[in-house]
């Protein structure tokens, strides 16, 4: 069907990146940088009473030194503005900047930091998410929110302030149906807590950012960060500038994960280098990546289900706590979007989901692979296996029976389109021979086989830009404005374009990372690039084709409508070997050059447009009207499943991940390669989640900030390669470019669940807390928790349990109300 689309092509940047050619923020050195440093607070709450840093200015080699008595004093967020770059009356994390110095050496910067004497007053702290959201906390992190300023980055309502509640920031619910009547009418009612530890990113990359200030007063910034138009716009507008006086260059980015989407370091190289007039880098060690960057939420969740005796969910009810640390950043969007994880799947006729985020003394909480949805997945299929034993019923088949179909209406009110869910659960429960039961051999080892079914919405609304020029000898360039953040999306890109113009892969060169030639794009986030840019080159390809068209009409006495395009010839449709060559449309110049006597260049411009669909600010759902118009909150849903097969050892709770498959839609796979390497490597983050990964903290402070004493899994740690697959299970989008759809975040969803559901499928106990570590799972196994679910002090939000008299576990009463 697709001469270059659905092709396993080498990707373009293969060749610089296995030789080492390829270039990255933290590669790049400009004449004359100096070296700036941060200083930090050792304090999760405390005033900041005095900032002395004449010392510190009298050190040989330092060229400046700014705190918050020379800096803007605007705040600065995504969706709440409830930060200032520097810190300015008070402190509210540990590693919250509170001055930086420059200087003509790395060495000299830091010794400076060493002589700015800072006076705190220590203030009361809070770590705990589910005590701090009551009426009368410990502490209010942001007493004065109800004066902050807003954005509304997806075109909602602005974020009410409940004083009833100071320390949640956010709060968003939707509902379906009638769940209390759902209960009632099911026969069995079971209701869970789950809770997931916070996590790292862990890029290759550690965030890295030069500044570079003009005499004009032009700034440049060059940083590995994700989203270079967003960079430009947020230091523009910080800053009270015309976006025009911002570049943002970003080259190769060695890793984003959603971690870099958010300001780091960028604000403060641009400051220093304006006062110095000097270019000023800023890299973060390793140690700063983990506490002066964002990290994944911590989660807590409680779900609730009425199901009927034939394994039907008629009632769900879910309520969320994110721990956004002591900024709100991006959280406000992450506690709407993990929501989804609760609509994209199942049918669920009764529906009702209560999601919070919450401030504590913590460092501050951003987007991760996912945004919380693995969170809300990992709870949500544990659940399903919980209910299928309940019931004594399969837990394929119960997933099986409750699987939104095409042309169904999920809860938000939106038309099921583009599903592959129950394809990819069929594959996957082959691939582990799902119903045979497996040989355990003498020792403490103990096998056991998992599944779970996951999904991540597309996001919407969202914008994207491209620039196709038609070079003189037929060959095109593709400008976007996407981030290559290790994803392959110039790859995707190109395979695009050369689909379009029907042309080989390598006459298609692209251009990207800088705001002063690429067109404006949101970024690489939200799983959107292939989809969303996607579009945008496609239609690009087809303004630009349409002016070839218009040009060579007139030389071929032929109607534009009747003419195409391939191998790099105009022609007659149908009739490749007839026509001109596309260089042809030029003309030679007496200096050996080509150009265009009328039109100058031929480029095709174009832009994509995903409106969002507003949605009922109580219910969360889209009117009718709309959704008969096929309208969507979100631009498309990634479906897909997991197996996994363990051994759990009985003697020391050591949990091994022996075969693990994914199957996945992502709508017509534009690179089939690249899609296995994106379910690989969500597959092996789920991993890191499931099993060993956790930032520790106490009273605020990191305990393993580094990789040395951070977990994450190796290659030992992953299934043998014969036993670590992937598959594509394609439903064709009608609106993606050939029908493709997005696909990253999607494989990182099913993960922690599979695997929980196959350590209790070993073993019998099941765990509820994130990750499973074998101290867990040997205390579990002990009796110090019980053979169930995970033990624990009833707090703020927790409900009262009793056994009923079928087995089924009814709540009594909430306490919050």
């Known amino acids: 069907m697709y001469s270059i689309v659905g092709k396993n092509v080498a990707r373009l940047d293969a060749l610089e990146k296995v030789t080492g050619r390829a270039v990255y923020a933290i590669d790049l050195k400009l004449p004359r940088t100096l070296h700036g440093k941060v200083l930090r607070s050792p304090y999760a709450h405390a005033r900041i009473l005095r900032i002395d840093t004449s010392r510190a200015e009298s050190l040989p080699g330092v060229k400046a030194v700014i705190t918050r008595e020379n800096t803007p004093e605007r705040r600065d967020g995504v969706v709440i503005l409830d930060q200032h770059i520097l810190a300015l009356h008070v402190v509210r994390y540990v590693g919250e900047p509170v001055a930086a110095v420059a200087a003509e050496a790395p060495e000299v910067a830091e010794e400076a930091l060493d002589l700015i004497d800072v006076e705190y007053e220590e203030l009361p702290a809070v770590f705990d998410a589910e005590e701090v959201m009551g009426p009368n906390p410990r502490a209010v992190i942001h007493p004065y929110r109800a004066s902050y300023e807003q954005e509304t980055p997806l075109g909602g309502r602005p974020i009410p302030f409940d004083p009833r509640h100071p320390n949640v920031f956010n709060h968003f619910e939707m509902h379906a149906g009638d769940v209390a009547k759902g209960f009632r009418e099911a026969d069995l009612v079971l209701e869970n807590r789950f809770t997931k ?96 960057t964002v990290t994944d939420v911590q989660s807590t969740i409680w779900i609730k289900d009425g199901v009927r005796k034939d394994g039907t969910v008629v009632a769900r009810e879910i309520k969320i706590i994110l721990k956004g640390g002591a900024y709100a950043d991006l959280i406000p969007m992450t506690v709407r979007g993990c929501t989804f994880a609760a609509v994209g799947s199942y049918r669920i006729p009764n529906l009702k989901i209560d999601s919070y985020g919450v401030y504590t003394n913590e460092p501050a909480a951003g987007p991760f692979r996912g945004v919380a949805v693995p969170h809300v997945v990992w709870a949500a299929e544990s659940q399903m296996d919980i209910l299928a034993e309940k019931l004594g019923m399969d837990p394929v088949e119960i997933r099986r029976r409750n699987l939104l179909c095409e042309g169904d209406k999920n809860a938000h009110g939106e038309i099921v389109h583009s599903t592959a869910a129950r394809e990819c659960l069929e594959r996957v429960a082959q691939f582990i021979e799902w119903g045979e039961r497996l040989q355990q051999g003498p020792g403490p080892w103990r096998r056991g086989k998992g599944i779970a079914v996951g999904n991540k919405h597309g996001l919407a609304p969202a914008a994207c830009s491209a620039i196709v020029k038609v070079n003189d000898d037929g060959s095109i360039e593709v400008r976007h404005g996407a981030d290559e953040i290790g994803q392959g999306a110039n790859t995707v890109l190109a395979q695009i374009a050369a689909e379009e113009f029907r042309i080989p892969l390598e006459n298609v060169k692209v251009t990207f990372g800088d705001t002063a030639f690429a067109p404006y794009d949101l970024g690489s986030t939200g799983s959107k690039t292939t989809y969303h840019t996607g579009n945008a080159v496609r239609l690009a390809c087809q303004d630009a084709k349409c002016q070839m068209f218009e040009l060579a009409s007139g030389k071929l006495e032929v109607p534009v409508s009747e003419l195409e395009t391939s191998g790099g010839r105009i022609h007659l449709a149908g009739y490749p070997d007839t026509g001109i060559a596309i260089a042809d449309l030029f003309v030679h110049d007496r200096a050996r050059g080509k150009y265009l006597p009328e039109v100058g260049e031929i480029l095709g411009k174009a832009t994509w447009v995903q409106p969002g669909t507003p949605m009922d600010p109580i219910t969360g759902q889209i009117s009718p009207e709309l959704a008969s118009e096929g309208r969507r909150v979100n631009s498309f849903y990634i479906h897909g499943a997991q197996a996994a097969e363990v051994a759990v050892n009985e003697e020391t709770g050591e949990v091994k991940v022996l075969r693990l498959a994914s199957a996945f839609d992502m709508g017509q796979p534009i690179n089939p390669k690249l899609c296995e390497g994106q379910m690989e490597g969500g597959a092996g983050m789920g991993i890191g989640g499931a099993l060993y990964e956790e930032l520790v903290l106490e009273n605020g402070a990191a305990l393993n900030p580094t990789l040395m004493d951070y977990r994450l899994p190796t290659t030992t740690e992953m299934p043998k390669q014969d036993d670590f697959d992937s598959f594509i299970e394609a439903a064709p989008h009608k ?15 099913p993960t922690s669940a599979a695997i929980a559901n196959a350590v209790y499928d070993a073993v019998g106990v099941r765990i509820t807390d994130l990750p499973i570590t074998r101290e867990k799972v040997w205390r579990a196994l002990k009796g110090e928790t019980g053979r169930g679910l995970k033990n624990r002090p009833r707090l703020f939000w927790d409900r009262e349990m009793s056994e009923g008299k079928d087995g089924s576990t009814k709540a009594l009463g909430d306490k919050h109300e």
Not at 240 to 265: D, L, N, T
Not at 735 to 749: M, N, Q, S, T, V
Request: aromatic letters at 8%.
């Open 197 to 292: 530890a916070k996590v790292q990113h862990c890029q290759m990359e550690p965030h890295t950012a030069i500044a570079q200030v003009d005499p004009d007063g032009r700034i440049t910034v060059w940083t590995g960060r994700q989203g270079i138009h967003r960079t430009r716009g947020h230091l523009a507008a910080w800053l009270g500038i015309p976006p025009s006086q911002v570049r943002v260059i970003s080259p190769y980015v060695g890793g984003g994960f959603g971690g870099k989407e958010v300001f780091a370091h960028e604000f403060l190289a641009v400051l220093l280098a304006q006062k110095t007039g000097r270019p000023v880098r800023i890299s973060l060690t390793r140690e700063e990546v983990f506490t002066g």
């Open 735 to 749: 609106d993606g470019p050939f029908g493709a759809k997005g696909l990253g975040e999607g494989p990182i969803a």
